[in-house]
């Protein structure tokens, strides 16, 4: 076996700690107690336990290990965790002027993001296929899955349903994840913990300007009382022009290439937190429309009728208490829904002159599930985690028509459901000694039953944290892979089935002095049945199939420093290699190398901040066998607050160099690349009270 290499950083110390007795319920609680940079104690093993007698030389600046929750579904240091992991926090979002969650995961080690001018799409490790709707990342909020039930889209551009000034902390839990969460967690788990009333206490309002005629404002309220009642209400809206001209080659005997007024974006989102004792209940809705430039799936070109429009609703209610004998029990029950049409305008005729027939694409998915947890202290070294989840996909409805004349090509209506139960222990062989193991089974009405474990064994010792990690997950085929059909561009494949991960890892956690900090991972995994999006020769349709077999070796190396003037930085380098075993070929849009870049500048002590970011990504193979060429990008951003009482000032710009770089297109896509943007700008404004 061949291992790759690297080296990745969490983040610096999350600020919203709280007492033991003042934390919320589910993942936003979180320790603010400081703990020695050795591996706990059996003792510690406790949750939220503080290490009094450490002295100031055993910490770091980084004077609170940062904690995570996802990765054990229950809050734990990192250097406790089975996995490389990373954490953007609130403060840095707001400091490198992060106003998508697509330019959040672009900053992460390992991940890279593309666009389509529809949705984006996450990469991770090498990975990110074509017609890939995200489904291979489980992407979290507030431990609520998002990944919906016909796609198992997660969302990476702006159709991610949170606005990213509402976000505490990201998580990035890199690793295979299906033996606590089943289905999506292949590569890792992306969780976004939101903020709390008692973040704001008050109102906040915002209004942003940028290029492309694109307005953005939130009205927020948050706010905790005195009888323990804790509340966050936000609204925003969004809308962009976008660019009014695309020119596309591909194209240039239709309107000399150019597609005119086809790029505009439009949302609004709400969301709501609202915890009380032991209750936290929280909930959001998203609209978004998108029109779509490039005459996807056989389209027309430069019609402007052809849209996207994408609904996700979810609500969440958790119920979390820890009794007096050291169990800690969560129960949560949640309801999800996913609408989604779109306009697609056709010339079955060909004949290049309206009208056109249109053609309706619609879905709808509601879904409802439950899941118990518990998680108990045993034998004074022992950690045992027991859980059991069930989810039924009630409606898993799938369509596809002309208008006029009406004519109907796919009207799928089905409905699937799974159980599953977990088990993982915490043993601390010794005081500097760890073994992590756990087991998920997962039960489906369509396929059956799948069962996948992972194992870790970590030691740390003073500043140094090693960890040995083996894992599997799997993907269960989706309703859309599986029967979406449409008259001349897709048609169905009812036979596929699971495709699996097997993952082997070295992680390795240092702390260098007092300012710097670093983690390195060495990694590879194999894909087995891989489902794919592929072309039949015979009648040019698109459908999907196990086609592959995928064998992928990396390293990832980050540095990240913090000192007491509030200058920080970090600094990373990922180089992966993925390859087709059956073709021994590099996959398509798998960059092989990845460089970051990150410095914070206090230009006035606490009150401006100056960020900069670059970003290096070397060329990434298409479809037609070409290469996208590599690209630079630098960013640069300004921060104010406290200036004036109440208000804080941002300004971004993007691609500072102007650029020139693309994306790799898919198979819908007649592009072999697809143009990204130049040099951009936004402004901020925000004002609290």
Known sequence: MVFAAALVLASERPSYGTSVSDQPTDASADSSLDLPLELPTPASLEPNQSATNASVSERTLFDEIPSVYGAAKYDQKVHEAPAAITIITGEQIRKYGYRNFAQILDSVPGLFTSSDRNYGYLGIRGFNRPGDYTSRVLLLIDN?????????????GTEMPIDVDLIDRVEIIKGPGSSLYGTNALFGVVNVITKRGRDLKGTEISGEASSFNTYRGRLSYGNKFSNGLEVLLSGSYSDSEGHRELFYPAFSSINNGIARHADRDNLYYYTGKLSYGDFTFTGGHQWRKKNVPTAAFGTVFNDNQQLTVDERTYLDLVYQHEFINQLNVKARLYFDRYYYYANLPYDYGGIGTPPFTLNKDVTEADWWGAELTATKRLFDRHRLTLGTEYRDQFRLDQSNRDINPPTTYLDDKRRSSFVAAYLQDDWAITDHLVLVAGVRHDQYSTFGGTTNPRVGLISTWNKTTVKLLYGQAFRAPNPYEQFYVTGNTFKANANIKPEKIKTYELVVEQYIGHHLRALGSLYQYNISGLISQTIDPVDSK????????????????????????????????????????????????????????????????????????????????TLAGNNASPFYILNLSLFSQQLIKGWELSAHINNLMNQKYGYPGSGEHRQDIIDQDGRTFWVKLKYRF
């Open 144 to 156: 609520h899955r998002l990944n919906d039930a016909v796609y198992d889209q997660g969302g990476a």
């Open 542 to 621: 698109l459908f999907y199939d196990n086609v592959e077999d995928i064998t992928a070796r990396g390293a990832e190396f980050m540095v990240e420093g913090k000192w007491p003037s509030g200058l920080e930085g970090r600094i990373s380098y990922a180089i992966q290699t993925t390859r087709n075993d059956q073709m021994d070929q590099m996959l398509t849009n798998s960059p092989q190398h990845l460089v970051k870049t990150n410095l914070i500048v206090p230009v006035i002590g606490d009150k401006l901040f100056a960020g900069f970011e670059g970003r290096y990504t070397s060329s990434r193979l």
